[in-house]
């Protein structure tokens, strides 16, 4: 069975990269729902990284993992 990742990447003060990751993402998850989402964590300062806040967007995907277990 496939499952589904959202990875939202962020900008922060130090001018790296920082990522949040959420299990089990909808499929359906549209680009203005992801940059909404991303930039209300961005707004209201919800996480602090070792380099500092979140500053901006930097990309965000879906990962797709499809596992085949093999019975020994």
Do not use: H, P, W, Y
């Not at 130090?14 to 909404?36: C, F, H, P, S, Y």
């Amino acid at each position: 069975m496939a499952t589904k990742r959202l990875e939202m990447i962020f900008k922060n003060q130090m001018g790296t990269t920082t990522k949040i990751a959420v299990d089990n993402a909808r499929a359906d998850l549209t680009q203005e729902e992801v940059q909404t989402a991303m930039q209300a964590i961005i707004d209201k300062n919800i996480f602090e990284t070792n380099k500092g806040e979140l500053a901006g967007i930097d990309s965000a995907r879906i990962v797709t993992t499809d596992i085949e277990e093999i019975v020994l």
